[in-house]
């Protein structure tokens, strides 16, 4: 049972993305392609910020965690407000910032997926491992599109300078409570709080913005 449960993990991951990709392009007729060119923006990213973990790997405290957390929210957010400016031209659309924060989000998946499957056979996994990844990916969705609507917001409308080190900041204390947290009853719902306000802010600049770029 435990394997089936790993293996339905791995594909929430590596088919869940995807799924959702094709089904908001389809529904609001955004752009794809910023979904393949934050996949590919990430692969830099995510090996820069290795390298640069490695200089305070293993020192296990609150300070590791609030490092760890501010590597990834500068270098994610910073990456993603690079590439979204270049491309705000082309895109012009807060439904096409979604389709980037998507494929974002797919690059993180597939490393969550793939570890999954190598829990196959290891009876390593514990037997809430599908209920936590549903949720994993349910959140990791919902707080990667947040946080690109405000970079796109702050784009729009010039207000970047300030917004940028916002979602930074607000990248880096997601990471550092679920880091911090994990393995406790409160990971979930510290975690869960944090989105929902994060996606709070999301939403009222989503609204603020042109409702004409939509049509």
Wanted: charged residues 15%; proline residues 3%; neutral net charge.
């Amino acid at each position: 049972m435990k394997d089936l449960s790993c293996f339905l993990s791995g594909l929430v991951w590596l088919v869940g993305t995807p799924l959702l990709l094709y089904l908001w392009c389809k529904k609001t007729g955004a752009k794809i392609y910023p979904a393949f060119i934050a996949f590919a923006v990430c692969i830099p990213v995510f090996m820069l910020a290795a390298a640069i973990r490695l200089g305070f790997e293993g020192e296990i405290s609150i300070g590791y965690y609030i490092k760890r957390g501010l590597l990834y929210g500068v270098l994610e957010e910073g990456a993603k407000f690079a590439a979204l400016k270049l491309m705000y031209d082309d895109l012009n659309s807060r439904r096409d910032a979604v389709s980037y924060s998507v494929g974002h989000g797919a690059f993180e998946g597939l490393t969550a997926g793939l570890s999954c499957f190598g829990l196959i056979g290891t009876d390593r996994a514990d037997d809430s491992i599908l209920a936590v990844n549903i949720w994993a990916a349910a959140e990791g969705a919902a707080f990667c599109a947040a946080l690109t609507v405000l970079i796109w917001y702050g784009i729009a409308t010039d207000k970047w300078r300030t917004i940028l080190p916002a979602v930074m900041l607000m990248h880096a204390l997601s990471n550092m409570a679920g880091h911090i947290l994990q393995y406790t009853i409160l990971e979930i719902p510290v975690q869960t709080l944090i989105t929902i306000g994060e996606c709070a802010a999301g939403y009222i600049c989503w609204k603020k913005l042109r409702p004409a770029e939509d049509f």
